[in-house]
């Protein structure tokens, strides 16, 4: 029995976005992954918002409308900042610790937990201070207060996550599976970082 293939007009819509999607990847990879990078950040900061409002709800506080400058600041960090230095980073990986390495699987795991999580959540901490304006002080004080309990939890969340991603997705499609899990990682730096 012969299989005949879909044409792209007469697919859904889900399949003809994925099809785009990869096209984009293939032409344009840094481009597409910090877009997408901005976006999913964005959305993760409305999430917290929206999580946060409903506990506010049920608590009988009164709810504040979104904040627009909180989703930009974190889709500009995920445009600028986690697109294209997620997407070196995992380039590099492809480099440093080919899989012909025997020890890849763990070498790559303990770059990304001890070596990039931790600058990369500084860089975050930095950015977000710069990106709202406020001076070195506060920068301190975010750090002191807040970046270690980040930090430990980064560790305890991500891991699994990384595992599978630096080992056993293809490299072009990494920033997208750890954009993903940061879509709900956002959510929470954004309500630990108040």
Known sequence: MPVQSVPVRDASIHYRLLQQYLILLKK????TKSVTSGILSGLGNILSQVLEARKKAR??????????????RYAIYGLFITGPVSHYFYQLMEVWMPSTDPYCIIKRLLLDRLIFAPGFLLLFYLVMNLLEAKGWVDFEKKMRSSYWTAL????????PFQFINVNFVPVQFRVLFANMVALFWYAYLASVRK
Do not use: F, R
């Not at 344009?28 to 481009?31: F, V």
């Not at 608590?59 to 930009?72: K, M, R």
């Open 28 to 31: 344009y990879p840094i481009l």
């Open 59 to 72: 608590n009988g506080a009164s709810v504040e409308e979104i904040d627009t400058a909180g989703v930009a």
């Open 152 to 159: 430990k939890m980064n560790w305890k969340v991500w891991t």
